[in-house]
């Protein structure tokens, strides 16, 4: 079992729309929560970080994270064409240098104008 | 300011050859890691320097080399490829210490064995 599933999707949507993309985890070790997006052909750059449960909002995204349920979502408000992309779940036990950062294998979200 | 660079952007290898992926970042970050992403497998890490002059193994270290040349500089060597070394690898680098620091990925290298 992967320590961290995710969908891959793809997720079709029209503009306009709220997407929710999530991802579950085994480790209950597990206190940093990040979400990267991924443009075709470039590198994941960091969306969201969230430490322990709770929500993070920031613009048209929120993070949430429900430790209880090793489950963690992000949501994207009045999703644009731009938002098209992979986005990865990341999670790591902790923020040294050392502490492995375990990725999701990535949704592939689609805004249709 | 560039971030983090890697060379080549692509790269086609032969069974057996051996080439060296190269990766610098301009940011004075203490950590440097190489990633490598596969379709349905997300990103695996390979291998990752903590700071200069240390480098420690990741989840996928076999078949691969690393240098940690100075703080800048990252490499990441293939000594004989085999075709399950195709792959896209992903350079990466953080200031490292604190809760709010962030990992900052390369643009990536595309590599296929034949």
């Known amino acids: 079992q992967k320590e961290v599933e995710q969908d891959p999707g793809p997720l079709s949507v029209p503009e306009g729309a709220i997407v929710s993309l999530n991802c579950t985890y085994s480790n209950s070790a597990f206190q940093y929560f990040m979400w990267y997006r991924q443009y075709s052909r470039k590198g994941p750059e960091l969306l969201m970080y969230t430490y322990s449960s709770g929500n993070k909002e920031d613009g048209r995204f929120t993070a949430q994270v429900d430790k209880s349920s090793k489950y963690i979502s992000l949501f994207i408000r009045d999703s644009q064409p731009s938002d098209s992309a992979t986005y990865l779940c990341?999670?790591?036990?902790?923020?040294?240098?050392?502490?492995?950062?375990?990725f999701g294998s990535g949704t592939r979200l689609s805004i249709r104008p | 300011n560039a971030g983090v660079t890697q060379t080549p952007k692509f790269q086609v290898l032969k069974t057996g050859q051996s080439m060296t992926l190269q990766c610098a970042q301009d940011m004075n970050h203490n950590s440097m890691y190489w990633y490598r992403q596969d379709p349905g497998m997300g990103l695996r890490l390979i291998y990752y320097?903590?700071?200069?002059?240390?480098?420690d193994k990741g989840e996928v270290p076999n078949g691969y080399n690393v240098s940690r040349l100075n703080k800048r500089e990252f490499s990441l060597r293939l000594e004989s490829a085999a075709p399950s070394q195709t792959s896209v690898y992903f350079c990466a680098s953080i200031r490292a210490g604190t809760s709010t620091d962030t990992q900052y990925f390369g643009p990536g290298t595309r590599l296929t064995v034949l």
């Open positions: 990341a999670m790591s036990a902790g923020y040294s240098s050392a502490s492995k950062i375990i």
């Open positions: 320097s903590a700071s200069e002059g240390t480098t």
